[in-house]
């Protein structure tokens, strides 16, 4: 029978080319990655290949036990020194668990970690003074340089972005998935993790830099000390932000479930991620699930950001997007906007109190999302809160509805024609559709255009039955904006090149300017739609002021930073877009 042969993968650790069998994308590499860039151990004190061995039985000379991932005291890697015993193979935790203690019973390591790609644990050894040994999990390993009993301890200067969110939180979801009593759907489980994701935000943006944080689970603590602890987080975030936590909403996983995620999560600063963590969160959990029905989908953040440097707002500029979800363009607009006045200020002297006074005042002032969506319209204004206080801006409102239907507020702070940038992935799909007279009246592109037969233009007849959103929400975008407001919208191909919408690329052409298209890969919303999508970036221009030709830029963006099955990948080359796009702006001499 023929040897089986797998194409390789070049070991994170050793650089030695390995089978790229499942085990190892999967497990060994993406842990392998987080001991090094979350916990901080140097690679000279991880094995991996060649694989560190212990022993079988305690008469075992060979040592046939091979290790996934060797965790050494110092750069010897002896015996002496083993330090973590990281188990990659089994699939079944039971299993897991038991191979993992054999191999700290028999081996001088007292820590271990069960990792399968999808769930882990954490487990220290014991040996008692008449030799018997025992076991018991814990909330996490130690960083590197830490003591065991140092875990949770964590001064809020200490914490660190993670570049691993994703395999974290699909850690946390399998867990609570296989093990949360009383809660098993995802859409419920998220909605409590994006709870606790914002008691850990909150603490760390209310917790001084030398002070212990309150968001910990320390290894000798009583599970119902760290699950009081939590709780009274939450509701001081209920009572100092009652418009990030609605005053009925509870915590309502058991107590495992919340220290696992607790353990899990007390490492990193999630402020300072450079993920969007509440879409992460979101993705992992739901997914195609939640979104798919409703046409919308995350946009991931190297997409996001992209859009946000070629539009580059400024802090005078008033921002929306009326499609916000969890309020993914809005965070990264913000961050834009925030370094520019950091950077502006701080040149002219002012005092941190002054440049956060003018941080908070032009979040609140400027920014303005909508989504029809209750639960994501409270997540991307308790997410403004959290980041900016920029919640008053943020409303659960239909975007395509006539404005004078919206509740009062949403009337006096949103209104058409007032806009200087707009950033938005609308709904979209073939299967979603607008309908009402009362509404699509409102649009030119609800209605039946009909080709001359003379000439290339189009005359409006009928108004149509319905109509697919992200046709609509080109008009209702370019109506939002100002004269010379400016606009970078995600959306579907077909649009580009569809005879069908031939009127709809007309239509654009007479009322506003062309400033770029990008096509994006295909695997950009991959897993979750195999839409082909691209970002049409324009200007708002009075028609009397359009001309027939001009430049555009266009581009094409061959790799996204991920493949089909949404895993992250070395090529990406979304970021240079917005870079190539600031080039050819200056040497264009294009006013935008």
């Not at 008469?59 to 002896?78: H, M, Q």
């Not at 402020?271 to 979101?282: Q, T, W």
């Not at 003379?454 to 100002?482: M, V, Y």
């Not at 839409?531 to 001009?550: A, C, D, F, G, P």
């Amino acid at each position: 029978m023929a040897k089986k042969e797998y194409i390789t993968i070049t070991d994170y650790i050793s650089g030695i080319e390995v089978n790229a069998t499942p085990e190892e994308i999967e497990a060994v590499q993406v842990f392998s990655k987080q001991l090094v860039e979350d916990y901080g151990y140097p690679k000279e004190h991880i094995q991996t290949r060649p694989q560190h061995r212990v022993k079988v039985r305690p008469s075992d000379i060979k040592k046939e036990y091979p290790v996934d991932i060797a965790v050494f005291l110092d750069a010897l890697k002896d015996d002496e020194g083993l330090y973590i015993v990281v188990e990659c193979k089994k699939k079944n935790r039971k299993d897991g668990r038991t191979q993992l203690e054999n191999y700290l019973t028999l081996s001088s390591a007292y820590l271990g970690v069960w990792f399968n790609g999808e769930e882990r644990f954490f487990i220290r050894k014991f040996v008692k003074p008449n030799g018997e040994i025992i076991f018991e999990e814990i909330p996490n390993i130690p960083k590197f340089g830490q003591r065991i009993e140092d875990i949770g301890l964590y001064k809020r200067q200490d914490l660190k972005p993670t570049h691993n969110l994703k395999a974290i939180f699909k850690s946390i979801r399998n867990h609570l998935a296989a093990n949360t009593v009383g809660a098993t759907r995802d859409e419920v489980l998220a909605q409590q993790l994006i709870n606790i994701i914002f008691c850990k935000i909150y603490d760390e943006k209310y917790t001084a830099p030398n002070e212990i944080v309150k968001f910990r689970a320390g290894i000798n603590e009583k599970l119902k000390e760290v699950e009081k602890r939590i709780l009274d987080l939450f509701n001081e975030v209920k009572t100092n932000l009652p418009e990030v936590i609605d005053a009925e909403d509870k915590i309502t996983l058991d107590t495992n479930s919340l220290l696992f995620i607790v353990g899990e999560l007390q490492n990193y600063s999630l402020m300072e991620s450079e993920r969007d963590v509440v879409a992460d969160a979101f993705e992992t959990f739901i997914g195609h699930a939640l979104k798919g029905g409703l046409g919308q989908f995350f946009t991931p953040r190297n997409v996001i950001k992209m859009m946000v440097d070629i539009l580059q707002p400024t802090e005078t500029d008033k921002i929306i997007d009326p499609a916000c979800g969890s309020g993914g363009f809005l965070i990264e607009s913000l961050k834009a906007v925030w370094e520019q006045i950091e950077n502006k200020y701080s040149k002219l002297g002012w005092s941190d109190v002054d440049k956060s006074k003018k941080k908070i005042e032009t979040a609140a002032k400027n920014f303005r999302g909508i989504d029809k969506d209750y639960f994501l319209s409270k997540v991307a204004k308790a997410y403004m809160n959290l980041v900016g206080d920029g919640t008053t801006g943020i409303f659960c409102e239909d975007s395509l509805e006539n404005p004078k239907n919206w509740r009062s507020e949403a009337k006096t702070k949103i209104e058409l024609g007032t806009f200087d940038v707009l950033l938005t992935n609308p709904p979209f799909g073939s299967t979603i559709k607008v309908e009402g007279e009362d509404k699509l009246k409102q649009f030119n592109l609800a209605y039946q255009w009909k080709r001359k037969k003379s000439d290339s233009e189009f005359e409006k007849n009928s108004i149509k039955d319905k109509e697919a959103p992200q046709i609509l929400f080109i008009e209702r975008c370019l109506q939002l904006l100002k004269d010379g407001g400016k606009m970078a919208i995600v959306l579907p191909d077909g649009i580009f090149g569809n005879e069908s919408e031939s009127y709809v690329r007309n239509w654009i052409l007479k009322n506003a300017k062309i400033i770029a298209i990008i096509d994006v890969p295909l695997e950009t919303f991959l897993p979750h739609t195999g839409t082909k999508t691209s970002i049409l970036v324009l200007q708002r221009v009075q028609k009397e002021k359009l001309t027939e030709n001009y430049p555009i830029f266009l581009s094409i963006a061959e790799y996204c930073g991920h493949d089909r099955r949404g895993k992250e990948i070395e090529k990406d080359d979304i970021p240079a877009v917005a870079k190539y796009f600031n080039e050819w702006k200056t040497n264009n001499k294009i006013d935008f």
